[in-house]
């Protein structure tokens, strides 16, 4: 698993990687920004007239989601709201990811399955509102838990991001039934890194870049947990 890490991260370096990596970072500050608007809309339809926050000052109208205090509010968001973000946008560059790791590491495989986008899109919609209703739950734990709900949470986090990760890249070389047998068998030793990915996608800035090293580092895991590949960068 900390090699894997490991390799992930030294090859955010690649050219390969930029393209995935500022699609992922602008869709994500995009989702986060559009729930946070969603959140000031609810306040003020429940709350008529101004609002005022701590920071931000007064909240009224489209204005307030550029204000200092917003961008503070949306970093605070993105503690708990990055798993269901990245789970949404994980297939658009998952196979990009995943091409240019097995492309530097693990050459002289056999072609991959070319993966439907509706299945792909399926995939990484089917846990979306678990995860989003899971981490809204999980801020009120937070609160009142000095903390510990948040390691509750990445544990959870971690066991759903590591089925949706590995699953996705396990389907790019086997059919539906088959990956998510795989990943059933290798459950408890994926759940480590989805649990380490769930921490990562916890920490503010930091978050923008983990759903890209969580795709490289579940398709380092697949390649190790799988039958070798044939010529493995080991």
């Not at 890490?5 to 370096?13: E, N």
């Not at 306040?43 to 917003?70: D, H």
């Not at 946008?89 to 693990?106: I, Q, R, S």
């Amino acid at each position: 698993m900390i090699d894997a890490f490991a390799k992930a991260i030294a090859q955010l370096r690649d050219p390969r990687f930029r393209v995935p990596l500022w699609i992922g970072i602008a869709l994500s500050v995009a989702l986060l920004f559009v729930i946070y608007a969603f959140v000031l809309l609810l306040v003020q339809l429940l709350i008529p007239g101004a609002l005022f926050l701590p920071i931000t000052g007064q909240v009224q109208g489209i204005g307030s989601l550029f204000s200092f205090g917003s961008i503070l509010y949306l970093l605070g968001l993105s503690v708990f709201l990055m798993v269901p973000v990245a789970s949404v946008f994980t297939g658009l560059y998952l196979n990009d990811v995943a091409d240019a790791v097995e492309a530097e590491h693990y050459r002289g495989l056999d072609p991959r399955q070319s993966v439907p986008f509706r299945e792909q899109a399926n995939d990484a919609m089917r846990y979306f509102g678990l995860l989003v209703a899971l981490n809204v739950l999980g801020m009120g734990v937070f609160a009142v838990s000095n903390g510990w709900g948040l390691v509750l949470l990445w544990l959870v986090n971690g066991f759903l991001l590591s089925r949706e990760y590995f699953t996705m890249v396990a389907r790019r070389r086997h059919d539906g039934d088959a990956a998510r047998a795989l990943q059933k068998r290798h459950m408890f030793r994926l759940w480590v890194p989805g649990t380490v990915l769930a921490a990562g996608l916890s920490v503010p800035v930091l978050n923008l870049v983990m759903p890209l090293v969580g795709a490289a580092v579940f398709t380092h895991m697949y390649h190790r947990l799988h039958q070798p590949a044939p010529s493995p960068d080991l």
